[in-house]
Nanobody, 123 residues
Framework: QEQLVESGGGLVQAGDSLRLSCAASERTFSMDAMGWFRQAPGKAREFVASYSRSLDIASYGDTVKARFTISRDSTKNTLYLQMNNLRPEDASVYYC????????????????WGQGTQVTVSS
């Protein structure tokens, strides 16, 4: 069974940093595109970041550029999201996703989704 399990969420203050992890099955981790999305209550799901293994390219949403960094550790089948200088508006449930290509993934066309991890940012 393909699986994505997020961890690392929590409560932080504005300006703090946090690193999210997404542990994947070997098959899921081998998919070309993996990424992160977020969704706050009452709001639409928002693209945060993605990585294309075949192109070796990372992409970011406009609201997180220069603050967030996506990375992966192939020895652990784990995807990461380093979040720096967090703002109250970054508070959301963050979801890990995997898909066949980054273009589809960025618009929400993921094949697999994790259950999410909550990030809360106090001002």
């Amino acid at each position: 069974q393909e699986q994505l399990v997020e961890s690392g969420g929590g409560l932080v203050q504005a300006g703090d940093s946090l690193r999210l992890s997404c542990a994947a099955s070997e098959r899921t981790f081998s998919m070309d595109a993996m990424g992160w999305f977020r969704q706050a209550p009452g709001k639409a799901r928002e693209f945060v970041a993605s990585y294309s293994r075949s192109l070796d390219i990372a992409s970011y949403g406009d609201t997180v550029k220069a603050r967030f960094t996506i990375s992966r550790d192939s020895t652990k089948n784990t995807l990461y999201l380093q979040m720096n200088n967090l703002r109250p508006e970054d508070a959301s449930v963050y979801y890990c996703a995997a898909g066949t290509d980054s273009d589809s993934l960025r618009i929400g066309g993921a094949r697999y989704w994790g259950q999410g991890t909550q990030v809360t940012v106090s001002s």
